[in-house]
């Protein structure tokens, strides 16, 4: 059992949880996700690690209300105990964990999409701690919506919010935002990653294939059971079948079939999953 240490609602139905898990905080590294099930009857919830304290033995997961088992995970308390909390699983980000040498002068930006902007903190503040500077795009559908505003203005050197709305920041998403950036306000990035949902992550690789642009993507939407076993987060790399909790979850956006992993996304997802596709066309 593993207990809630900290619970704070970050926006309405996104919430934030620390969660006591001395062993997971120990061996997490950024791009790494948990499973998370609430009871025994649960359904597995995969979930990217958004920050660990391997002093307080903590790992902080945000996760947003979608379907029956996240409702259940929302309706506990500081206090209280989630049955399973398996992890760190999968491969950590390969750009973070990169020496220091090899990190050296390279430009990177950062696009970060709605609740995916959680997973990308642990990532530029590990490359900050490393002393490398790197610009994050956040894009997210209004001002009422954004997460991670602060921690992000720590740790980002230029933080570039996007609103769908316009309601704050650059109105548009976040490709016209990268645009912008690179064809009128003379950034030239040597390497992006884009972190949110599967449509985003999408249309940020193809904009970035056009300019050539090296670009890794985590397929954490695309996970069901997380343990390699039920198949449903297969892709195809390249030439290459992949499964995004085993193989992954960051791949080369450029090499991924997006269109065939969101076919088998909308035809193995949970009830969770369902609605995510839903708000996202
Ligand atoms: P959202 O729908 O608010 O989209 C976030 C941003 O993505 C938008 O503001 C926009 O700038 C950009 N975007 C959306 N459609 C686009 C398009 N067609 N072209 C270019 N840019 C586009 O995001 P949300 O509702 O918070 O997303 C939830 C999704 O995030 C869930 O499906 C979840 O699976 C996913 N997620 C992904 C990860 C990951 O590791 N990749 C982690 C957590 C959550
Ligand atoms: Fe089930 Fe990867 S999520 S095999």
Not at 75 to 91: H, M, S, T
Not at 136 to 158: C, D, M, R, Y
Request: with cysteine.
């Amino acid at each position: 059992m593993y207990k809630i240490i900290r619970k704070k609602e970050l926006v309405s139905q996104i919430y934030l949880m620390d969660i006591e898990a001395p062993r997971v905080a120990k061996n997490a590294n950024p791009g790494q996700f948990v499973i998370v099930k609430v009871d025994e009857v649960g359904e597995r919830i995969p979930l990217t690690i958004c920050d660990y304290h391997r002093e307080e033995g903590t790992v902080t997961i945000v996760f947003q209300t979608l379907g029956m088992s996240t409702k259940k995970l929302a309706a506990l308390e500081e206090g209280d105990y989630i049955r399973d909390f398996v992890g760190p699983l999968g491969n950590p980000s390969e750009v973070v964990m990169d020496s220091v040498e090899h990190l050296a002068g390279k430009k990177i930006v950062f696009v970060a999409g709605g609740v995916g902007t959680a997973p990308v903190y642990p990532q530029v503040k590990m490359l900050k701690e490393k002393g490398i500077d790197v610009d994050v795009i956040i894009g997210t559908k209004s001002k009422s919506t954004l997460i991670f505003e602060e921690e992000f203005n720590q740790v980002a050197k230029n933080l570039y919010v996007c609103t769908d709305d316009g309601s704050y920041g650059f109105q548009g998403l976040v490709t016209d935002r990268l645009k912008k950036l690179m064809e009128e306000e003379g950034k030239a990035y040597d390497l992006c990653v884009a972190i949110g949902p599967m449509i985003m992550m999408k249309f940020v690789s193809r904009l970035t294939a056009s300019y050539k642009l090296k670009t890794i993507v985590s397929l954490n939407p695309i996970m069901v059971d997380g343990t390699g076993m039920c198949g449903a987060c297969r892709v195809t790399v390249g030439s290459e079948v992949k499964f995004a909790c085993v193989d992954g979850p960051e791949f080369d956006a450029h090499l991924i079939d997006f269109d065939e992993a969101m076919r088998r996304q909308s035809m193995f997802k949970t009830a969770e999953g369902k609605k995510a596709i839903q708000m996202e066309q």
